[in-house]
């Protein structure tokens, strides 16, 4: 069973930056495709980032071109970097485990991101 554990969320202003951290208990780099979602107040949980290996990644149209997704292996941690951010990225950031060859997925706990002046 993987264990993932988020940090690095908080209170930043509009057009600000954070890096968001997932770190795994174990090592996840061809077993598993790494995501993040996020669910805002009254919201479902949506898709935001995700990443296979080193070299493939997946952004929802939100996150194209403000957001970057990124791994170190040898840390077994991934990584959100969150750029130009809106309040409406406000929401509670959730890193997700997806197995490739099928079987349950794995969640974190959350970390609360919120945009605010």
């Known amino acids: 069973q993987v264990q993932l554990v988020e940090s690095g969320g908080g209170l930043v202003q509009p057009g600000g930056s954070l890096r968001l951290s997932c770190a795994a208990s174990?090592?996840?780099?061809?077993?598993?495709?790494m995501n993040w979602f996020r669910q805002a107040p009254g919201k479902e949980r949506a898709f935001v980032a995700g990443?296979?290996?080193?070299?493939?990644?997946f952004y929802a149209d939100s996150a194209k071109g403000r957001f970057t997704i990124s791994r170190d292996n040898a840390k077994n941690t991934i990584y959100l970097h969150m750029n130009s951010l809106k309040p409406e990225d406000t929401a509670v950031y959730y890193c997700n485990a997806q197995p490739m060859t099928g079987g349950p997925n794995y969640w974190g706990q959350g970390t609360q991101v919120t945009v605010s002046s």
């Open positions: 174990e090592r996840t780099f061809e077993d598993y495709r």
């Open positions: 990443i296979w290996r080193s070299e493939m990644t």
